[in-house]
């Protein structure tokens, strides 16, 4: 069969028929993607993503329509299995097509209009990042700054309260960004909500490793993504509201969101009526599917004390090296682990060391002289730990500085010997 003299060949025009009116006549020349990629996959053990079970990754390949009676089976599936982690009743469960910043955005765009008093409780990072989400909006925001690696104190946050009486609060219950564990949330939401405000947490590294209760604890909206905690893949997210919350959500639809992807009243087309909003990222939706699956099938209470187990073996086989911990305990949050640096070495030398001599990656840190280690998921798996662990020391032996290595697995083994069934 002969091909006609302008028609493509293997996916290029006959080098005599270049179109003109082309920006770029031919198409660039670039590397495979198996030749991009290590043959040697990384051990992800940073702040995250985090290593996704067998189930979740094949959940991740398939594609189906985002509409239909197929479709509704899944969203009504995963939303049942949210408000079992999310510990809530509320019927207001939605996912969002993006990062967890999304889901924050989202309830911040839906809850917060120009003018509102919003408080932002703020010892980190992503806190901050709620704070800037909110005066992007137009709102009336106060920042109540913790100082120093510590939680927020209630009785801190009350006193703000009763001096600015917002009408939402927000606050992150595990700040990532330097490891600190809001342990005074149940407290601050019930006084929250004690003075008629909404409270908003971001729970994106806690939900799932780390007791939350939605519904117990007063809380108007939470919020995770799917790539720490429930050890699904980054781009999916998962939002809850109150009914309380929901009502504001439902007061302020006469009023413009400017995001038109974030909007709740529009999500819930699709979240809640079978509708069209926009095309979901259906297999990052059936991914989150099979990550919720496995939770629920783990149960919560046998994966908190997993997750607890985990990180405190950690903590103790980091402590045995002779290195230090950034957190206080009373402040110290267990889903990601911050450790200290000498002065000999960068937080940047270690990440690098340890992923290019040892295949594993852990994190650094936004502007603190540390590195982070990850107890999320399929992180706190025995053979995770025993492998980070070892790269680690090994990593701070090879730059240097004097650790004993075998006093830290000695005691990661003695810490985890007794447990290893739930590891």
């Known amino acids: 069969m002969s091909i006609p003299h302008n028609d493509c060949v293997d996916g290029s025009l006959l080098t005599d028929e270049l179109d003109?009116?082309?920006?770029?006549?031919?198409?660039?020349?670039?590397?495979?993607?198996?030749?991009?990629?290590?043959?040697?996959?990384?051990?992800?053990?940073?702040a995250g993503p985090v290593p996704i079970p067998d189930a979740v990754a094949h959940a991740n390949s398939v594609v189906i329509n985002h509409l239909g009676s197929t479709m509704s089976t899944i969203i009504s599936q995963v939303k049942e299995m949210a408000r079992y982690v999310f510990q809530t009743r509320s019927e207001w469960v939605l996912g969002v097509a993006g990062p967890g910043s999304s889901a924050m955005e989202m309830a911040i765009c839906n809850l917060v209009r120009p003018d509102t008093k919003v408080l932002c409780i703020v010892n980190g990072f992503f806190s901050a990042r709620m704070a800037e989400m909110s005066r992007r909006l137009g709102a009336n925001v106060v920042i109540h700054e913790v100082d120093g690696p510590h939680a927020a104190r209630a009785d801190e946050v009350e006193k703000e309260i009763l001096r600015h009486k917002p009408e939402v609060i927000t606050i992150v219950h595990g700040e990532t960004s330097n490891t600190i564990l809001n342990r005074e949330l149940p407290e601050i939401a019930r006084i929250a909500k004690q003075h008629g405000s909404l409270i908003v947490v971001d729970a994106v590294c806690t939900l799932s490793t780390t007791p939350l209760q939605m519904d117990d604890w007063h809380i108007d909206a939470v919020i995770t993504g799917g790539q720490k905690g429930l050890s699904s893949i980054p781009g999916v997210s998962l939002i809850a509201f109150s009914d309380d919350a929901w009502a504001r959500v439902n007061a302020n639809a006469s009023k413009v969101n400017t995001h038109w992807t974030l909007d709740a009243k529009l999500a819930e087309n699709f979240w809640h009526k079978g509708g069209y909003h926009y095309t979901a990222p259906v297999s990052?939706?059936?991914?989150?599917?099979?990550?919720?699956?496995?939770?629920?099938?783990?149960t919560l209470p046998l994966r908190f004390t997993r997750h607890l187990r985990s990180s405190l073996a950690l903590q103790h086989g980091i402590?045995?090296?002779?290195?230090?911990?950034?957190?206080?305990?009373?402040?110290?949050?267990?889903?990601?682990?911050?450790?200290?640096?000498?002065?000999?070495?960068?937080?940047?030398?270690?990440?690098?060391?340890?992923?290019?001599?040892?295949?594993v990656e852990i994190s650094g840190s936004f502007g603190l002289p540390i590195v982070r280690i990850g107890q999320m998921g399929e992180q706190c798996r025995a053979h995770n730990l025993f492998r980070t662990l070892h790269a680690f020391g090994s990593t701070m032996r090879d730059l240097g500085v004097d650790v004993n290595l075998s006093a830290a697995m000695a005691t990661l083994q003695f810490q985890m010997q007794d447990h290893s069934h739930l590891l």
Do not use: W
């Open 20 to 46: 003109p009116s082309l920006v770029y006549s031919t198409p660039p020349s670039v590397r495979l993607l198996s030749d991009i990629l290590p043959e040697d996959p990384l051990l992800m053990m940073g």
């Open 284 to 298: 990052g939706v059936l991914a989150l599917h099979e990550a919720l699956r496995l939770v629920c099938k783990e």
């Open 319 to 359: 402590e045995a090296l002779g290195l230090t911990l950034f957190a206080p305990k009373p402040s110290r949050l267990n889903s990601v682990v911050g450790i200290n640096m000498p002065d000999s070495v960068t937080n940047n030398q270690v990440c690098s060391h340890i992923s290019n001599r040892y295949r």
